[in-house]
C-alpha cells in the first residue's frame, strides 16, 4: 500500500458529477471571465467566513499584494511577517516597496504571537501580516487588539487555513483585510490558481474590484492603476462546489490528525503539534519535530509514504532575503531542520493513516 502525501485526483473523482456540471454550465454560458459564477462564490466565501466582502483574484500571491496595495502599503514602510512562512508572504511586502520585518514564531508553536510582534515594532511599522501556518489559526483576537491600539493594519494570509478559526470566529474574519490562497493543494482549492481577499470594509472592497481588473469599474474607464488579476468563471464554479464540502473535508483532516495524536503519543524523540487554547485548526498539515528528520523521511519514503518539508529554510534562509537574516541562529533555523510533513488531507483511509503511525514506531524502536 503506497501512501500519497496528496491525491487530487481522489478528490475530483469523490464528486466528478458535481465538477463536471458546474463545468457544463459555465461552458454553456458562454461568459468565462467576471460573470455570476464569481459573484455567487464571492458571496458564499464570504458568508462562509463571516465577512461583508470577497474579492476574487488571480491567486494567493496577488491577494496579499493587492490587500498591501489598497490598504496604501509603500516605500519607507515595514510590514511585520512570519520568519517561518511560505516565501510568498514575505514577496508580497517587497512587491509593494515596502520592508518585511521577520518575528519569530512563539516558543512551542509555529505562529507568531502579539506579543512577538510587540517587540519587533518601530515608528516605520504600518502593517502585520501573521500567517496561520499549516492551518493553526494565529490569535486573531490579540493581534487585532495590538494592531488597533498602535494604528496598525492587520492583514490575514490565511492561504492554508480555509476553515479554521479562534473561539467562534472563522479566519477571514480577522483584522482590516484576509487573503486567500485556492491553489489546488489548499484545503479549499481550485482546479488552477485562483485567491481573494476579504474585507468589510465597503472602500476597500471597491478598490480591490477596480485593482484586479485595470482600475475599471466599466469597461474601457479608467480612474485609477491597475493589474489584471481576476478569478476566472470556470474556477469560481468548481470552487462553490468545493465549498459545499469543505467543512466535511477539514472534518476527515480533522480525524487523521487525531489518529497521528493518538497513536504517535510517548515516542521520545518525536514531537507532535500543539494546538493553542481557543484555535480550532484546519489542518493543513500534519508536521511533527525531530533532529532525525531525514533518517525517517528515507525511512518512510522506503516504505511508500510520501512526506515533505514545510519549509527547508526561513525566508531569510533563501538568497534573495539573506539581508535580513539575523545573527546568532533563530528559533525558525532550528523549526526548519527538524519538521516533517506526515500525509493529510481528505483521501487518507483510516488504514493508511495506521500504516504511517506504525512505520514511524519502527523507525524509532529502531533508532531509539
Ligand atoms: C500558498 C500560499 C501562498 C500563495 O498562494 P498562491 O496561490 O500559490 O500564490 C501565500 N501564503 C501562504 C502561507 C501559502 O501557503
Not at 50 to 77: C, T
Not at 244 to 270: C, E, F, S, T
Not at 355 to 365: G, K, N, S, Y
Request: glycine share 8%; aromatic share 8%; charged share 20%.
Amino acid at each position: 500500500m503506497r501512501v500519497p502525501f496528496l491525491d487530487l485526483q481522489a478528490l475530483y473523482r469523490e464528486d466528478a458529477t458535481a465538477y463536471d456540471a458546474a463545468y457544463r454550465r459555465v461552458m454553456d454560458s458562454g461568459r468565462w471571465i467576471l460573470g455570476p459564477e464569481l459573484s455567487g462564490f464571492e458571496a458564499a466565501f464570504a458568508r462562509y467566513c463571516g465577512r461583508r466582502h470577497a474579492v476574487g483574484v488571480g491567486n494567493g500571491l496577488e491577494a496579499l499584494r493587492l490587500a498591501l496595495l489598497v490598504a496604501g502599503i509603500g516605500p519607507g514602510d515595514e510590514v511585520i511577517v512570519p520568519a517561518h512562512t511560505f516565501i510568498a508572504t514575505w514577496l508580497a511586502v517587497q512587491q509593494c516597496g515596502a520592508t518585511p520585518v521577520p518575528v519569530e514564531p512563539e516558543e512551542g508553536y509555529f505562529n507568531i504571537s502579539a506579543e512577538g510582534v510587540r517587540a519587533a515594532l518601530s515608528p516605520r511599522t504600518r502593517a502585520v501580516i501573521p500567517v496561520h501556518l499549516y492551518g493553526h489559526c494565529a490569535d486573531g483576537p490579540a493581534l487585532e487588539a495590538l494592531c488597533a491600539s498602535q494604528g496598525l493594519v492587520l492583514i490575514e494570509d490565511a492561504a492554508q487555513a480555509q476553515g479554521a478559526g479562534w473561539g467562534e470566529r472563522r479566519v477571514g474574519s480577522f483584522g482590516a483585510l484576509s487573503a486567500f490562497s485556492f491553489y489546488p493543494g489548499k484545503n479549499l482549492g481550485a482546479f488552477g490558481d485562483a485567491g481573494a481577499v476579504l474585507t468589510d470594509d465597503d472602500a476597500l472592497a471597491h478598490a480591490l474590484r477596480l485593482q484586479r481588473n485595470y482600475g475599471s469599474s466599466q469597461r474601457y474607464a479608467h480612474d485609477s492603476l491597475g493589474t489584471n488579476s481576476r478569478l476566472d468563471e470556470v474556477q469560481a464554479a468548481w470552487l462553490t462546489v468545493r465549498l459545499a464540502k469543505l467543512d466535511a473535508h477539514n472534518a476527515r483532516r480533522a480525524r487523521v490528525a487525531a489518529l497521528y495524536a493518538q497513536h504517535l503519543a510517548g515516542i521520545p524523540g518525536l514531537h507532535l503539534p500543539r494546538t493553542a487554547p481557543g484555535s480550532q485548526p484546519a489542518w493543513h498539515l500534519y508536521v511533527v519535530q525531530t533532529d532525525k528528520r531525514q533518517a525517517l523521511q528515507q525511512y518512510l519514503q522506503a516504505q511508500g509514504i510520501e512526506t515533505l518539508v514545510h519549509y527547508p529554510q526561513p525566508v531569510y534562509g533563501f538568497a534573495p532575503f539573506a539581508a535580513y537574516r539575523p545573527t546568532p541562529r533563530t528559533r525558525s533555523d532550528a523549526i526548519c531542520e527538524q519538521v516533517l510533513s506526515l500525509p493529510m488531507g481528505p483521501h487518507l483511509s483510516e488504514s493508511q493513516v495506521m500504516l504511517v503511525c506504525e512505520a514511524v514506531r519502527h523507525f524509532f524502536e529502531a533508532h531509539p
